[in-house]
Nanobody, 121 residues
Framework: FQLVESGGGLVQPGGSLELSCTAS????????IGWFRQAPGKERERISC????????NYADSVKGRFTVSRDDARAIVYLRMSGLKPEDTAIYYC???????????????WGQGTQVTVSP
C-alpha cells in the first residue's frame, strides 16, 4: 500500500489549492481516506475523511465550509480542495487509509510523506 500526496505550495490568504492523494498497490475503492495536517509544534489533526463508496464525508470544524474532499476511484486519487485559506492552515498535509472513517490519527495507516502548504502574504 502506498499513498503519495501532492499539490502543496505557497499561497496568499484567501487563496485556493487542491491537494491530491494518489494510491497504488491496493484497490482504493475499498478504503476510506483521511486527510490530516500537522503544524510545527502541534499534534497531527484529522481534518477530513471520505469513506469507500463516497457515502460519507466529514470535516473538522476548523475547515468546514472551506475544504471539500472528493474521490476518483477509477484514477485512484482522493482530492482535497481548499479555499479561503488562512495563515493558520499552514502545515504539512497527509493522507492515510482506514476501512471506515472512524478513529483518530493512530487508527489510520499507510501514511504518505506529506505535502507542505504555506499560507502567507
Amino acid at each position: 500500500f502506498q499513498l503519495v500526496e501532492s499539490g502543496g505550495g505557497l499561497v496568499q490568504p484567501g487563496g485556493s489549492l487542491e491537494l491530491s492523494c494518489t494510491a497504488s498497490g491496493f484497490e482504493l475503492q475499498h478504503y476510506a481516506i483521511g486527510w490530516f495536517r500537522q503544524a510545527p509544534g502541534k499534534e497531527r489533526e484529522r481534518i477530513s475523511c471520505i469513506d469507500s463508496g463516497d457515502r460519507n464525508r466529514n470535516y473538522a470544524d476548523s475547515v468546514k465550509g472551506r475544504f471539500t474532499v472528493s474521490r476518483d476511484d477509477a484514477r485512484a486519487i482522493v482530492y482535497l480542495r481548499m479555499s479561503g485559506l488562512k495563515p493558520e492552515d499552514t502545515a504539512i498535509y497527509y493522507c492515510a487509509t482506514r476501512p471506515l472513517c472512524d478513529g483518530g490519527p493512530a487508527e489510520f495507516r499507510d501514511w504518505g510523506q506529506g505535502t507542505q502548504v504555506t499560507v502567507s502574504p
